[in-house]
């Protein structure tokens, strides 16, 4: 069982910045990929940007340019960098972990984002 849990979330003025950060319970070499989806109010999850084991990284078309997605194996983290926030970003974030041959999915609980216009 992997546990992921989140931080760096909070209230930030439209064109702010905030980091996210995921924490995994145990050695993230061995996930297939780990990455960061949302959901707003009314909205179902959408991807916002993943890394796989083999770097590709994918960014969902809203974010380009703006966020980035970094992994760190020695502290097991995967982290959001946001920059240039939008009253659109407001959206619960949550950290995946899909791992195994059975790409079974983690989620951690999710941490709040709050981009006020």
């Known amino acids: 069982q992997v546990q992921l849990a989140e931080s760096g979330g909070g209230l930030v003025q439209a064109g702010g910045s905030l980091r996210l950060s995921c924490t995994a319970s145990?050695?993230?070499?061995?996930?297939?990929?780990m990455g960061w989806y949302r959901q707003a109010p009314g909205k179902q999850r959408e991807l916002v940007a993943l890394?796989?084991?083999?770097?590709?990284?994918t960014y969902a078309d809203s974010v380009k340019g703006r966020f980035t997605i970094s992994r760190a194996y020695r502290q097991n983290t995967v982290d959001l960098q946001m920059n240039s926030l939008e009253s659109e970003d407001t959206a619960v974030y949550y950290c995946?972990?899909?791992?195994?041959?059975?790409?079974?999915?983690?989620w951690g609980q999710g941490t709040q984002v709050t981009v006020s216009s």
């Open positions: 145990g050695s993230i070499r061995r996930f297939n990929s």
């Open positions: 995946n972990a899909n791992i195994g041959v059975g790409s079974i999915d983690y």
């Open positions: 890394i796989t084991s083999g770097d590709r990284i």
